[in-house]
């Protein structure tokens, strides 16, 4: 496949259209390579994932974090030049789909919210656009950024979901949920859940600023990660703080093989990371 089909077909889920106006999604590394026959996915573009993605055999690299979020001079002998140095080396293109692919709520941002069985908000049917020739409207988005087209309809688009549980929880039916899904992770809770949890949001990364309109929205949680200590003395609604990682490293994996469905003439390896965030007990 030519390097601009594959960009093409990435670019469907993850359009620059819908991306954050400060995020550098798009080809972060370019490359003159024409024909891809594997491609490598990750979280980050990390030395050691693009090091594991070539010693594999990539011929272009999908991340999801930008390589940089600005222009900056490669004066120092850092991770970032050591980046540049291993792909112009090995004359290999890098992409990254950040905000873009976090914006489509029809994408595999919304995987936990898939496991969980969460349904569109009745009230919400008419806010978030019309599906056409039978395409389910996805959830609600908490913070819009533009709107897609699919089938003769559209959606809106934006940063966290927010869906309604099929059968009402309990603070135990979603621990036990969320050990299937978020191994390793070590989830913190700010606030005290309702003994029924009937609303639930989400949004992997950085999430805890859409607190205020998941709220609104009559969420009963919010699940993100990266939760600052202030912030949570002031939350309007209870927030689980999962962790950077755990949301979107699954999220990527999910892509890596929706890619994969996909095309039948480019292998996709998906490079598996760990949470740079170990835990510690001083008591071990």
Not at 261 to 277: I, K
């Amino acid at each position: 496949m030519k390097q601009s089909e594959l960009i093409a077909l990435i670019e469907r889920t993850a359009p620059l259209a819908i991306a954050a106006p400060w995020d550098k999604s798009g080809v972060q590394v370019a490359s003159a390579r024409q024909d891809i026959n594997l491609l490598a996915v990750c979280l980050d573009p990390t030395p050691e994932s693009i090091r594991i993605a070539l010693s594999g055999g990539a011929e272009m690299i999908l991340a999801h974090h930008p390589l940089t979020m600005e222009g900056r001079f490669t004066d120092r002998l850092d991770s970032y030049h050591e980046v540049l140095s291993l792909l112009f080396r090995a004359n290999v293109p890098l992409y990254s789909a950040h905000t873009s692919l976090d914006a489509n709520p029809l994408g595999p941002v919304s995987w936990l919210a898939d496991e969980l069985g969460l349904c569109r908000i009745p009230s919400s049917d008419t806010k978030d656009g019309e599906a056409g020739h039978g395409m389910p409207l996805p959830l609600t988005v908490l913070e819009q950024t533009g709107t897609m087209e699919r089938g003769g309809g559209s959606y809106a688009c934006g940063f966290g979901v927010v869906g309604d549980c099929a059968v009402d929880m309990t603070p135990e039916d979603l621990k036990k949920m969320l050990a299937l899904w978020l191994v390793g992770s070590c989830p913190r809770l700010a606030g005290t859940l309702p003994e029924r949890i009937r609303r639930i949001a989400i949004c992997p990364g950085s999430g805890s600023s859409l607190a205020p309109e998941a709220a609104a929205c009559g969420a009963d949680l919010l699940i993100t990660g990266d939760l600052k200590y202030h912030t949570a003395l002031d939350l309007p609604l209870p927030v689980l703080d999962v962790g950077h990682f755990s949301l979107e490293e699954e999220m990527m994996r999910r892509f890596a093989l929706q890619l994969k469905e996909n095309v039948s003439d480019v292998a996709v390896q998906f490079v598996p990371a760990q949470d740079p965030l170990a835990p510690f007990s001083p008591t071990d």
